[in-house]
């Protein structure tokens, strides 16, 4: 897959799960450790919140049972990276996160003269 492919192509989701995370109710939430999905169709969101890394500016990994267990992606990886200002903001965060973390390094380590 080329760089400049949809997420979508990169994640290979299955049609049904593509489908659920286009309909289903999803909340994001940004965090350090990358986005907070809760899934509020469910009587208790809470209990179907799960967090989405995200790696090489895609939706990497998430701990679901489905993430784990099927094929392709899950529908909460799919559900970020089909909502591109969701994907965008985790994106840009993460870049911020790895500047910050390289400027440290730096103050922490000068060059020797």
């Known amino acids: 897959m080329s760089p400049s492919a949809h997420p979508i192509e990169q994640l290979e ?45 895609l939706p990497h990994s998430c701990p679901c049972p489905a993430d784990e267990h099927h094929r392709g992606a899950c529908k909460h990886r799919v559900a970020v990276a089909i909502r591109t200002s969701v994907l965008e903001a985790a994106r840009h965060a993460q870049r911020i996160r790895e500047l910050q973390t390289s400027e440290v390094q730096a103050t922490a380590n000068p060059p020797s003269p």
């Open 13 to 57: 989701p299955t049609q049904r799960t593509l489908r659920r995370a286009q309909y289903e109710a999803f909340e994001f939430e940004l965090v350090a450790q990358g986005i907070l999905v809760r899934n509020a169709s469910h009587a208790n969101p809470e209990d179907h919140e799960y967090l989405v890394t995200i790696e090489d500016d």
